[in-house]
T-cell receptor, first 109, second 114 residues
C-alpha cells in the first residue's frame, strides 16, 4: 500500500516562531488533507490540497504532486497551535485515507 | 458547517460485552468511516460505507462489524469486547461528489475495556 511519512515527528517551538512540516508519499494521490488534532482528540480539517498552494490565516500548505510531497507552514505560532498534525492521502481509486504518523507540535509561551 | 457527532466521549465496558458506537452526520454525506487510533500506530481504518446498507472492510476489520440502516447514521459494533479493543474510535464522513473529498471527523470516543 501507499506509504505516508511525516517529518519531523516532534517539534518544540517558542511562541511567535515559524515552522514547516513535511509529508512525503510514495504514489500518485487523488486527495491530500492536512488535519490538526487538538489535545482533546478532535481532528480538525486544515486543508484539502491535492495540488497547489492554499492559505488560511497563519497557516498555508503547498503540495507538489509530481514530486510526491506536501508542506504545511505555520507562521507566528501560538500556544493553541499545539497538538498533532496529520497528513492523509487517498489513492486514485477508492475512498480510504491513509494517514501519516503525525508531527507532534508543542508551542511554549 | 458539517457536523459529525458520536454517541459517547468516554466509555468503559467489560470483556465480553457487546458494544455499540454510534455516529451521526448532518450533511447528507454518502461516505462514512470508522477509524481507531492507538499510540505509535496512528489512525487505522476499520470499516467504511459508501451508501445505505453498503459496507467495505478497511485495514483492521477483525472483531468489529458495522451497520448503516440510514444515510446519516453509521454504527460500529464490537460483538464481544476484548481488552485489545481499548482505543480511541473516530468516525468521519465525506461527500461522494467529485471535488468534495474532504473528510470530516467526529470528536472521538475513548473506549476502555476492562
Amino acid at each position: 500500500g501507499i506509504q505516508v511519512e511525516q517529518s519531523p515527528p516532534d517539534l518544540i517551538l517558542q511562541e511567535g516562531a515559524n515552522s514547516t512540516l513535511r509529508c512525503n508519499f510514495s504514489d500518485s494521490v487523488n486527495n491530500l488533507q492536512w488535519f490538526h488534532q487538538n489535545p482533546w482528540g478532535q481532528l480538525i480539517n486544515l486543508f484539502y490540497i491535492p495540488s497547489g498552494t492554499k492559505q488560511n490565516g497563519r497557516l498555508s500548505a503547498t503540495t507538489v504532486a509530481t514530486e510526491r510531497y506536501s508542506l504545511l507552514y505555520i507562521s507566528s505560532s501560538q500556544t493553541t497551535d499545539s497538538g498533532v498534525y496529520f497528513c492523509a492521502v487517498e489513492l486514485n481509486a477508492g475512498n480510504m485515507l491513509t494517514f501519516g504518523g503525525g508531527t507532534r507540535l508543542m508551542v511554549k509561551p | 458547517d458539517v457536523k459529525v457527532t458520536q454517541s459517547s466521549r468516554y466509555l468503559v465496558k467489560r470483556t465480553g460485552e457487546k458494544v455499540f458506537l454510534e455516529c451521526v452526520q448532518d450533511m447528507d454525506h454518502e461516505n462514512m468511516f470508522w477509524y481507531r487510533q492507538d499510540p505509535g500506530l496512528g489512525l487505522r481504518l476499520i470499516y467504511f460505507s459508501y451508501d445505505v446498507k453498503m459496507k467495505e472492510k478497511g485495514d483492521i476489520p477483525e472483531g468489529y462489524s458495522v451497520s448503516r440502516e440510514k444515510k446519516e447514521r453509521f454504527s460500529l459494533i464490537l460483538e464481544s469486547a476484548s481488552t485489545n479493543q481499548t482505543s480511541m474510535y473516530l468516525c468521519a464522513s465525506r461527500s461522494g461528489q467529485a471535488n468534495q473529498e474532504t473528510q470530516y471527523f467526529g470528536p472521538g470516543t475513548r473506549l476502555l475495556v476492562l
